[in-house]
């Protein structure tokens, strides 16, 4: 664990970029409560543009870390939910889409730990989950950018974004369900061997 939490592993360009994009959200939040949209996805862009370098930048120069598959999600779901926040003020039934966001990085979250535990690795991120989040963004960045969107476009957009976010949750489901029985079987196997000797 020492090995993996060196200085070195820790102060990489991929992880600045990350807690970078963290840092961004506040002025995310304030330009857009504050009525300045324009600058708010000017913002937002420039979030994304780091969240795409900073992985292709840790993969070209084998910067990719643990810190990074924790950072960079992070990262990454606290601006998607500060957007949904934002756009709370607008549709106001938006409340359920932050609910599913919080009910299904919950469970990921616990996914995540369980399978920490047995196989003391932390997973990248799958194609579904990237593909959740490039959807999420998107969807986001057009309510943010499109300020008078018919109100039906706009659900709809949101109930396809939700309906990926869902998918997503039942693919790791089944991901982290395949680790977590190949470990039990394993462990079944080892305590089978040690019977018969």
């Given at each position: 664990?020492?090995?993996?939490?060196?200085?070195?592993?820790?102060?990489?360009?991929?992880?600045?970029?990350?807690?970078?994009?963290?840092?961004?959200?506040?002025?995310?939040?304030?330009?857009?409560?504050?009525?300045?949209?324009?600058?708010?996805?000017?913002?937002?862009?420039?979030?994304?543009?780091?969240?795409?370098?900073?992985?292709?930048?840790?993969?070209?120069?084998?910067?990719?870390?643990?810190?990074?598959?924790?950072?960079?999600?992070?990262?990454?779901?606290?601006?998607?939910?500060?957007?949904?926040?934002?756009?709370?003020?607008?549709?106001?039934?938006?409340?359920?889409?932050?609910?599913?966001?919080?009910?299904?990085?919950?469970?990921?979250?616990?996914?995540?730990?369980q399978t920490?535990?047995?196989?003391?690795?932390?997973?990248?991120?799958?194609?579904?989950?990237?593909?959740?989040?490039?959807v999420l963004?998107?969807?986001?960045?057009?309510?943010?950018?499109?300020?008078?969107?018919?109100?039906?476009?706009?659900w709809f957009?949101?109930?396809?974004?939700?309906?990926?976010?869902?998918?997503?949750?039942?693919?790791?489901?089944?991901?982290?369900?395949?680790?977590?029985?190949?470990?039990?079987?394993?462990?079944?196997?080892?305590?089978?061997?040690?019977?018969?000797?």
């Amino acid at each position: 664990m020492g090995e993996k939490l060196k200085k070195d592993k820790i102060l990489t360009i991929p992880n600045l970029m990350s807690l970078f994009r963290i840092l961004l959200i506040p002025a995310i939040v304030w330009l857009y409560r504050s009525g300045d949209y324009r600058q708010a996805i000017a913002v937002v862009a420039l979030s994304a543009l780091t969240d795409v370098l900073d992985g292709r930048i840790a993969r070209r120069f084998h910067m990719v870390s643990d810190v990074g598959k924790v950072l960079d999600p992070v990262a990454d779901k606290l601006t998607q939910v500060s957007m949904i926040f934002c756009l709370s003020s607008r549709y106001q039934r938006l409340w359920v889409m932050i609910l599913l966001f919080a009910v299904k990085e919950g469970i990921m979250l616990y996914w995540g730990y369980q399978t920490l535990k047995v196989r003391d690795q932390i997973n990248s991120a799958k194609w579904y989950g990237k593909l959740s989040t490039v959807v999420l963004y998107l969807v986001m960045t057009i309510l943010f950018f499109w300020q008078e969107i018919p109100t039906a476009l706009a659900w709809f957009l949101i109930v396809i974004c939700a309906v990926i976010m869902i998918m997503a949750l039942i693919l790791y489901g089944r991901f982290y369900y395949g680790i977590l029985k190949m470990q039990a079987q394993d462990k079944t196997e080892n305590q089978e061997v040690k019977l018969t000797k």
